[in-house]
């Protein structure tokens, strides 16, 4: 089901030249990278994927802190890792993503973190955007190393 936008809060504009062996940059300038596709280790280059996993590591800790400060607790250094894997799949596209969250907070056990990042991913607006598209999996990451998935 799509969910429309009752108010637009931030609009981000991006172009790409020549897909994954061109250039993207942002209207503002303040980003501009060239691409290569993901196996082609080129120098100074990165891929959408890795565009990707940054923008979902980022918001994501941003809505960590978000329901976590709703509490009085400070999620401020979480390390959120988000891996994003390309493959193929049996559809007639024929490729598809599928992205893991790996969650760690200093001084928080797994167990302590998981309610949290539960909350995290139901207001996570790129998590929202890929619920029920791709395989997502969500893991909360204690000081050993040890964790659990939601």
């Known amino acids: 089901m799509t969910v429309p936008l009752t108010r637009t809060l931030y609009t981000a504009t991006a172009n790409a030249v020549g897909g994954r062996n061109g250039t993207v940059a942002t209207d503002d300038g303040h980003l501009a990278a060239r691409l290569a ?9 990165t ?9 979902f590591a980022a918001c994501f800790g941003s809505a960590l802190a978000e ?13 959120v890792t988000c891996q994003v894997e390309l493959g193929t799949t049996a559809t007639p596209a024929g490729y598809g993503l599928a992205v893991t969250l790996s969650v ?13 990042l539960h909350r995290a991913d139901a207001v996570c607006p790129y998590s929202q955007a890929v619920r029920g598209n791709i395989p997502l999996s969500i ?12």
């Open 37 to 45: 596709p993901p196996r082609k280790r080129v120098p100074e280059a």
């Open 47 to 55: 891929d959408p994927e890795q565009l990707f996993a940054a923008g």
């Open 139 to 150: 893991v909360a990451l204690d000081a050993g190393g040890a964790g659990g998935d939601i």
């Open 67 to 79: 329901v976590t400060g709703d509490s009085g607790l400070d999620t401020t250094a979480a390390r």
């Open 104 to 116: 760690a907070v200093p001084g928080w056990k797994a167990d302590d973190l998981l309610p949290y």
